[in-house]
């Protein structure tokens, strides 16, 4: 069975620049989160979707960052106007929803540079 | 406010030598807690899920322990191929869903 697959699996841009990174997670899983890891650190919530729907984007730093999922499967993180900050590594989890914690699964992850 | 922290940030263990990293937790309401694997370049690896005190749970060389304030990792007779950062991240509250992760511990082994 297929994991959490991400693409592109790096990308290099400029500063100012849009930037689209895709995370298609493993089938029949309602729930799709995206993280952002910085070196040295646990990774740092940004937004949760439970469906179709974002039902929590608190961790979205501000408004040049925005995540869709149409369909209720496969997701798209773009971000605006790109900063040197925003180089990380995005990553992409998902999970089945349950009444206990849910287990989530983690994809390889997109490697941001903004030069 | 909640807090994980992992300690020690860095372990270096010559092959066959075992040793145990630290989860500390400070939240209120544990759902459950987690440990992850983390290769260089690749996402975090599930390992374990524990979602009581006292629980237990093991694969292969490592064994996962959890207490009122703290989990732990024991490494038995660790490989080399077991060198990789692991990651502990916890689940509280009314929260189905929100993880508050640690820094992590890079364990290194030494052949």
């Known amino acids: 069975g297929a994991g959490v697959s991400q693409t592109p699996s790096n990308k290099v841009t400029e500063k100012g620049k849009y930037v689209e990174l895709r995370c298609d997670p493993i089938s029949g899983h309602t729930a799709l989160y995206w993280y952002r890891q910085s070196l040295g650190q646990g990774p740092e919530f940004l937004i949760y979707f439970q469906g179709t729907g974002a039902a929590d984007d608190s961790g979205l730093p501000n408004d040049r960052f925005f995540a869709v999922r149409p369909e209720g499967s496969v997701s798209t993180l773009k971000i605006q106007r790109t900063e040197r900050g925003d180089s990380a590594v995005y990553l992409c989890?998902?999970?089945?929803?349950?009444?206990?914690?849910?287990?989530?699964?983690f994809g390889p992850g997109t490697r941001l540079t903004v030069l | 406010e909640d807090q994980v922290t992992q300690s020690p940030e860095a372990l270096r263990l010559q092959e066959g030598e075992s040793s145990s990293l630290n989860c500390s937790y400070t939240v209120s309401g544990l759902r459950g807690l987690f440990w992850y694997r983390q290769d260089p370049g690749k996402g975090p690896e599930f390992l374990f899920t524990?979602?009581?005190?006292?629980e237990e749970k093991e694969k292969e060389r490592l064994k996962a322990t959890l207490t009122k304030k703290e989990s732990f990792l024991h490494i038995t007779a660790p490989k080399p191929e077991d060198s990789a950062t692991y990651l502990c991240?916890?689940?509280?509250?009314?929260?189905?869903?929100?993880?508050?992760w640690g820094a992590g511990t890079k364990l290194i082994i030494k052949p």
């Open positions: 524990l979602y009581s005190v006292g």
């Open positions: 991240a916890v689940q509280a509250g009314d929260s189905n869903y929100q993880l508050i």
């Open positions: 989890a998902s999970s089945h929803y349950g009444t206990r914690p849910d287990t989530q699964y």
